[in-house]
């Protein structure tokens, strides 16, 4: 029994440990890239357009282009997680054309 209970623990801790090693790995690689910026850039932007969505009468949404800042370049990250306060770049790049909710 205690065999059957140290594979299901293995089963189970291994994914969180490869995960945690990933992670450790991606913040070590964006700092290292901080200090010595020849290795290459941590950050960068994504231009998008800002689009809005505004709820309407009968469950209906109306989008439109805000009139007061059509466009912004949204600050990224070039990591596989969140890094240095921004989301990874390819996050924001895949999230770019979603419609803000009001």
Same mark, same amino acid.
């Given at each position: 029994?205690?065999?059957?209970?140290?594979?299901?623990?293995?089963?189970?801790?291994? +994914?969180?440990?490869?995960?945690?090693?990933?992670?450790?790995?991606?913040?070590?690689?964006?700092?290292?890239?901080?200090?010595?910026?020849?290795?290459?850039?941590?950050?960068?932007?994504?231009?998008?357009?800002?689009?809005?969505?505004?709820?309407?009468?009968?469950?209906?949404?109306?989008?439109?282009?805000?009139?007061?800042?059509?466009?912004?370049?949204? +600050? $990224?990250?070039?990591?596989?997680?969140?890094?240095?306060?921004?989301?990874? $770049?390819?996050?924001?790049?895949?999230?770019?054309?979603? +419609?803000?909710?009001?």
């Amino acid at each position: 029994m205690s065999r059957f209970l140290t594979t299901r623990r293995i089963v189970y801790l291994a +994914p969180l440990a490869l995960l945690f090693l990933l992670f450790v790995g991606d913040f070590l690689w964006f700092s290292l890239r901080s200090w010595q910026p020849s290795l290459g850039a941590t950050t960068s932007s994504v231009h998008r357009i800002r689009l809005l969505a505004i709820p309407d009468k009968g469950n209906r949404v109306e989008y439109q282009i805000d009139a007061q800042q059509p466009e912004e370049d949204v +600050p $990224c990250s070039r990591s596989l997680f969140s890094q240095g306060g921004n989301r990874p $770049c390819w996050y924001v790049t895949r999230h770019a054309k979603d +419609p803000i909710p009001m």
